[in-house]
């Protein structure tokens, strides 16, 4: 994780300093936050415009780790803009904004999700009891962006509020992305469906 760039691009309100996105910038000197203008009442547009910008300006390989709606308007972006510079996607519990009158009023502008095919390799993490994300529609999400699927078990948002400071094993996951190289290696072969594993160990 050292070479290149890692973008990091956080959910709704931003990403505190305790929170893992905030934590993995501090250590690693390549990683760099996709920052906005105003993190309460996020622009689906301005965020897509800083994901291009920040995505041109860093030097290659370059990888994506999103977190809550950061994946959702890394799919917005992907549907929107070029995207062969990326090697890789780490996804960690998007949320399902179906409709309208269910969605907050300051996410409407994310709304419909993007449903197509990702065109880079993207692991997609996701809990068991996260609030804002049913697992099986997770699931379905992930196949849907073509994303391997991890099933992080009983781990709610995976944020602060969870208990997901460090997160070791999620910073395990981006070590394997990064390691993989992506789609375009010999012999890959994405996996849909990963087993649970335990982000304390």
Do not use: K
């Amino acid at each position: 994780m050292n070479t290149g760039t890692v973008l990091t691009i956080p959910g709704w309100n931003g990403s505190g300093p305790e929170h893992w996105q905030s934590i993995w910038e501090a250590r690693y000197v390549n990683f760099r936050r996709v920052e906005q203008r105003d993190w309460h009442r996020p622009s689906r547009e301005e965020w897509i415009d800083s994901i291009e910008r920040m995505v041109q300006q860093a030097s290659p390989p370059v990888y994506l780790v999103a977190h809550s709606l950061g994946c959702v308007a890394v799919a917005h972006w992907a549907a929107d803009r070029y995207a062969a510079r990326i090697a890789g996607a780490l996804l960690v519990a998007p949320p399902w904004l179906s409709a309208p009158d269910t969605c907050p009023e300051e996410l409407r502008g994310f709304l419909p999700i993007p449903i197509g095919r990702l065109p880079f390799h993207s692991l997609l993490v996701a809990s068991e009891n996260d609030p804002y994300l049913p697992i099986e529609i997770a699931v379905r999400l992930a196949r849907s962006w073509g994303s391997e699927f991890v099933n992080a078990g009983r781990q709610g948002h995976i944020n602060i509020a969870s208990g997901h400071g460090p997160w070791p094993a999620g910073e395990r996951l981006l070590e394997g992305l990064c390691e993989a190289g992506g789609p375009d290696r010999p012999g890959y072969t994405p996996e849909p469906v990963r087993a649970p594993f335990s982000p304390a160990s």
